[in-house]
């Protein structure tokens, strides 16, 4: 899957550029540790952190990255971004803008503010067939926002920055946003449908299930040493 970024020739130099999401990875994941006690099971149990599916999901795809600082004190939002003057007409200076609450009337995550709309400095080409997935970085509940998830067809759609509106959730924050936070964790999906088959377990299926969750139980690192992909993550 090769994707295009591209930019504003005034601000190329100014922007950050979207990143893998495996290069953002949070300082508490880090932090983390691998093995916790844990009173019901009377020993040191796995955390998440030794989980793959947990952590290939936060590294999957690519990051979004907040152009500049944003300050927030009582419900505004301030920011002193000193950007070229765009050479490209209708294009946005401002990292930010809303949504008005009456266009989230009835959402069930609406919290009767105005939505922020993170601002895109960058049009995203696919291949064709493909369309983006954005949604909020994967796990990241420490974040005071919550992006509203969105697909577009940036194979079509690719003259044009994509915005990614968001609700912020944290009214007690206080400080600064940095430049650089994520902001929407985006991958290619394909546009085809895919065809669902259901089928029940044969003599075969059967087998290797059971063998499979025995394996699984018996000791750790069965999905990461013989299921998960290789690939470079």
């Avoid at 290939?56 to 004190?73: N, Q, R, S, Y």
């Avoid at 209708?90 to 922020?116: D, K, W």
């Amino acid at each position: 899957m090769r994707i295009v970024f591209r930019c504003d020739p005034a601000l190329a130099e100014t922007l950050p550029q979207p990143v893998p999401a495996r290069t953002v990875l949070p300082d508490w994941l880090r932090k983390m540790p691998a093995k916790a006690y844990s009173e019901i099971h009377g020993r040191d149990i796995r955390t998440v952190k030794q989980c793959p599916p947990f952590v290939d999901a936060m590294t999957h795809g690519f990051m979004i990255l907040l152009p500049c600082d944003i300050t927030v004190e009582n419900g505004a939002f301030e920011w002193h971004w000193d950007i070229a003057e765009p050479s490209t007409k209708g294009h946005p200076r401002s990292p930010l803008s809303f949504h008005v609450a009456e266009q989230l009337a009835g959402a069930p995550f609406a919290n009767g503010l105005a939505a922020i709309k993170f601002n895109s400095f960058w049009t995203i080409e696919l291949e064709e067939g493909w369309s983006l997935f954005a949604t909020h970085p994967v796990n990241r509940d420490e974040l005071p926002f919550r992006l509203v998830t969105g697909v577009v067809d940036s194979d079509h759609f690719q003259d044009a920055g994509i915005n990614f509106p968001a609700i912020w959730t944290d009214r007690d924050f206080r400080g600064v946003l940095p430049k650089g936070t994520p902001v929407a964790q985006c991958f290619p999906v394909p546009r085809a449908a895919p065809e669902l088959v259901f089928e029940s377990f044969d003599a075969a299926r059967e087998i290797a299930y059971a063998r499979t969750v025995a394996d699984v139980l018996a000791r750790p690192g069965v999905y990461r040493k013989q299921f998960r992909d290789k690939r470079v993550r």
